[in-house]
């Protein structure tokens, strides 16, 4: 019965996302803004900062496999700092509306996605 619902699972999660792009210096997202999509890294690197009097200071750098907003998306709030594109990203997204619908049709599976989020923000 796992194996069938995680199927399903896979198959509607894959059926919602989209892919994203990004260009080095590109910004992907800014602090105090909420987020409508999860973004997962492919490809390519990104940079994680703030801005102080409006200038931007990077000090974390992520890449291939960690994901952008799915915090933000599972606890429905604002991004804490500015993400940019260090190098060219290729990636895969899904929005908002159609995350939280995987999560009513899906519950056991999301929440493990929501484990997964938390564990990469609190890095």
């Not at 994680?48 to 890449?63: A, D, M, P, S, T």
Request: include cysteine; aromatic fraction near 18%.
């Amino acid at each position: 019965l796992e194996d069938v619902n995680y199927s399903r699972f896979v198959i509607r999660l894959l059926s919602y996302m989209y892919t994203r792009q990004f260009e080095p210096g590109e910004l992907i997202a800014r602090e105090m803004i909420e987020s409508d999509e999860i973004i997962f890294v492919e490809k390519g690197v990104y940079n994680i900062g703030y801005e102080i009097n409006k200038k931007e200071f990077l000090r974390r750098q992520f890449g291939p496999s960690t994901n952008i907003g799915g915090y933000q998306v599972s606890t429905n709030s604002r991004f804490q700092f500015n993400y940019r594109a260090w190098t060219k990203m290729k990636c895969l997204a899904i929005r908002k509306e159609r995350y939280w619908k995987l999560l009513r049709e899906f519950p056991f599976f999301c929440s493990q996605i929501k484990i997964k989020f938390w564990e990469h923000y609190s890095q």
